[in-house]
Nanobody
Framework: VQLQASGGGLVNPGGSLKLSCAASGGTFSDYAMGWFRRAPGKGREFVAAIGRNGDSTYYPNNRKGRFTISRDNAKNMMYLELDSLNVDDTAVYYC????????????????????WGRGTQVTVSS
């Protein structure tokens, strides 16, 4: 499956963005999905994950309530809504996919993901 993230840009602190991830070349509903990010000078970190059918989601504690992951299997799309952004959220955001056998499987570990998109830059600055 091929993935392409989009929707990044420059936003003021406190602002919002909605990232999109378009999937092609596979049966989208076979894959659990995730968002990761790499901030300048740092390693890539987990942001959010969603199960195959969208009913299960998972966030690290420090991002609950600010970020919302969702998907539309009919459109082969995944989304990440970013709210109350701060400068520490500046990063390249990547979407990733892994084939899983069960609808509610959530995958957090980067090493388990099989497919990665090229990333979209989010810059939070005044």
């Amino acid at each position: 499956v091929q993935l392409q993230a989009s929707g990044g840009g420059l936003v003021n602190p406190g602002g919002s963005l909605k990232l999109s991830c378009a999937a092609s070349g596979g049966t989208f509903s076979d894959y659990a999905m995730g968002w990761f990010r790499r901030a300048p000078g740092k390693g890539r970190e987990f942001v959010a994950a969603i199960g195959r059918n969208g009913d299960s989601t998972y966030y690290p504690n420090n991002r609950k309530g600010r970020f919302t992951i969702s998907r539309d299997n009919a459109k082969n799309m995944m989304y990440l809504e970013l709210d109350s952004l701060n400068v520490d959220d500046t990063a390249v955001y990547y979407c990733a996919a892994v084939r899983v056998p069960v609808d509610n499987t959530i995958v957090v570990a980067q090493s388990r993901y099989e497919y990665w998109g090229r990333g979209t830059q989010v810059t939070v600055s005044s």
